[in-house]
């Protein structure tokens, strides 16, 4: 059973416009929230994070947004670069234990 | 201050066989977990070790198995590999259990054979 879904599989931005990457969880037990991006043979780096208790969190370009009642949380990312090229992962964690969702793998055209 | 280092970074072996990978957390880390990364299942828990305890364990059979030393360094091992076993095995450190920053090391590539 799928915990975290995670929409779209793929996505293609302009450079300088906005991608948006969408979460949603299932157990409410879930207490921390972070996204990781991830470069070709690369092991994922974290990107930014948030608890429930919050409902934006803004670092640099990159934005999260949750919404405790839905169980959906998203991930921002302002004014995309070429260099943002990578797959995203949104992740829910109870006791270090990282439930991922399946990944969107972004493009940014220049 | 260096990072999670995991040896070695690419593994082949014959099914049947059994191996084991090793990680070295930031120092100061105390808590290690390991996950799988397939193309197919994405990135799945293994297993955490905290206090040279396993505290938390995924949907992985018994094949699967890990330990953490003193220093909190931590292998992991596979006995009687399968093809389906090929896969990036990460491992992440973090600094306790209180749900804290966790920071990936650059994986093992284990290829079965």
């Known amino acids: 059973q799928q915990q975290v879904k995670q929409s779209p599989q793929s996505l293609i931005v302009q450079k300088g416009g906005i991608s948006i990457i969408n979460c949603a969880y299932e157990?409410?037990?879930?207490?921390?929230f972070p996204w990781y991006q991830q470069f070709p043979g690369k092991g994922p780096a974290l990107l930014i994070a948030?608890?429930?208790?919050?409902s934006e969190k803004k670092e640099g370009r990159f934005t999260i947004s949750f919404n405790k009642s839905a169980k959906q949380f998203s991930l921002h990312i302002m004014d995309s670069q070429p260099g943002d090229s990578a797959t995203y992962f949104c992740?829910?964690?109870?006791?270090?234990?990282?439930?991922f969702g399946k990944g969107t793998t972004l493009s940014v055209s220049s | 201050k260096a990072g999670v280092t995991q040896t070695p970074r690419y593994l082949i072996k014959t099914r049947g066989q059994q191996v084991t990978l090793s990680c070295s957390p930031i120092?100061?880390?105390?808590?290690v977990s390991w996950y799988q990364q397939t193309p197919g299942q994405g990135l799945q828990f293994l297993f955490e070790?905290?206090?040279?305890?396993?505290?938390n364990k995924g949907n992985f059979p018994g094949r699967f198995s890990g330990r953490q030393f003193s220093n909190s360094r931590s292998e992991m091992n596979v006995s009687t590999l399968e093809l389906g076993d090929s896969a990036l095995y990460l491992c992440?450190?973090?600094?306790?259990?209180?749900?804290?920053?966790?920071?990936f090391g650059q994986g093992t590539r284990l290829t079965v054979v």
């Open positions: 992440a450190s973090s600094l306790d259990r209180q749900d804290t920053e966790a920071f």
């Open positions: 157990n409410t037990a879930f207490d921390y």
């Open positions: 948030i608890r429930p208790d919050v």
């Open positions: 992740a829910a964690s109870m006791f270090n234990a990282l439930i």
């Open positions: 120092s100061g880390h105390r808590s």
């Open positions: 070790y905290f206090s040279e305890t396993q505290r």
